[in-house]
């Protein structure tokens, strides 16, 4: 469509002809402004690349201004959101692709430290309902809200991304980053946790009637055993961890090592354990660990498999 055309419509037909239009010939810095907003109007995210004077009104106009570094005039660089330093177009590609990675490790940052937090939260809880005492004492929520998520959280954050990122649709620009998938998701993984340390509690109780602190304890390890699994499992919504690689993350497996070894310095070391109420656990208290440990872990990669076959 050439710009002598464009002069020729209204607003609203401008609107639905940019839709089924590829290409615009000849057209002048109004023309560019125009085509901008009518895209707007149909709810499209508009990047608009330009090098020249005349090019800064519609530049300043879409969602995202794209000047070219190089051939770039001040006026563009100055009004652009995005300088292209080589002007080079495939640089934009290499941009979106890490913006979506940006954006997909935040929601899992997101996810991760609300289902963990959400399930400490049940486990106090139903233990008060159950009239149960307490599982925890308040340092060791602390110890876990603070060094145990903080490390795989931020390890979430190092995340190389999905292989098919590019291959999605846009997504919606209004769309919260709790969004309903992730909102479902945080509820499974805090009820799969909260079930997990629950179990391991109620059954150390039985067991070990007459020492609440190594039920705690088994409790404690318990719970943070599970959430530095499940970290694993955290890294794609997707994908499942033997596609993307359990050891394809350096920096996870030194933060979950990190959390885990400062886990066992708790207790462990004799002068630690009257500060954290935790009691020394032998071989057969680690089988009990162990045996509910790994239930988030293995919840969060069925889920993926039935939602991935679901979908299909």
Known sequence: LEGKD???????????TVMETDIFARTT????????KALQKNEQIVGMTGDGV???LALKRSDIGVSMGITGTDVAKNTADLILTDDNFASIVSAVEEGRIIYDNIKKFVYFLLSCNIGEILIVFVSILMN???????????????????????????????PDVMDRQPR????????KPLLVRIAIQSIAIAVASLLAYTISLRL????????????????IL???????????QKYMLHEIGFFSNRTMVIGTSISFLLMLVVLYI???????????????????????????????????????????
Not at 29 to 34: E, F, I, V
Not at 139 to 160: C, H, K, R, Y
Not at 172 to 179: E, F, G, R, S
Not at 226 to 236: G, K, N, T, V, W
């Open 270 to 312: 004799p002068f630690m354990q009257p500060i954290f109420d935790t009691v020394t656990l032998s071989f057969e208290h680690w089988r009990l660990v162990l045996l509910f440990a790994f239930i988030p872990l293995i919840v969060g990669e069925l889920y993926k498999l039935l939602n991935r076959k679901s979908s299909k």
């Open 132 to 162: 149960l005492p307490v599982p925890f004492i308040a340092i060791q929520l602390l110890w876990l809200n603070l060094v145990t998520d903080s490390f795989p959280a931020l390890a979430l954050g190092m995340e190389a991304g999905d």
């Open 172 to 179: 919606d620009a209004k769309a919260p980053i709790l969004d």
């Open 226 to 236: 599970a959430e530095l699994l499940r970290a694993y499992s955290s890294r794609s």
């Open 208 to 223: 070990y009637s007459d020492n609440l602190a190594l039920s705690r304890t088994i409790t404690f390890a318990t719970l």
């Open 54 to 56: 005349n090019d800064a």
């Open 29 to 36: 810095p109004t023309h560019k402004l125009r085509i901008v």
């Open 6 to 16: 464009i002069d020729s419509m209204s607003d609203e037909t401008l609107q639905n």
